[in-house]
Nanobody
């Protein structure tokens, strides 16, 4: 099994910053794509940013130039630096990773439990 430890969420004022982190642990042979999604109240879960193990990134248009995704492959950890936060960034943020548990298995997508980010005066 694979477990995630997510941290860094909280309450911040508009224009502020937060840094999310998510560490994957357990039966891991290799971690491929890692990233973050979010679900705002009453909305579906949407892509925020992803990063391949080679460092290729993909961002939602709404967060480009404000959020930065990074990862530490040795620690199986992904980070999301969020700057210039806006009220519309308020959501539950979910960590995700495509994890290969052994060389004989295809990668499977795992999800964290989510961490709340609230942007409010």
């Amino acid at each position: 099994q694979v477990q995630f430890v997510e941290s860094g969420g909280g309450l911040v004022q508009p224009g502020g910053s937060l840094r999310l982190s998510c560490a994957a642990s357990g039966s891991i042979f290799n971690v491929h794509l890692m990233g973050w999604y979010r679900r705002a109240p009453g909305k579906q879960r949407d892509l925020v940013a992803t990063m391949t193990s080679a460092g290729r990134t993909n961002y939602a248009d709404s967060v480009k130039d404000r959020f930065t995704i990074s990862r530490d492959n040795d620690k199986n950890t992904v980070y999301l630096q969020m700057n210039s936060l806006k009220p519309e960034d308020t959501a539950v943020y979910y960590c995700t990773a495509d994890v290969q548990i052994t060389i004989n298995y295809k990668p499977y997508t795992y999800w964290g439990r989510g961490t709340q980010v609230t942007v409010s005066p």
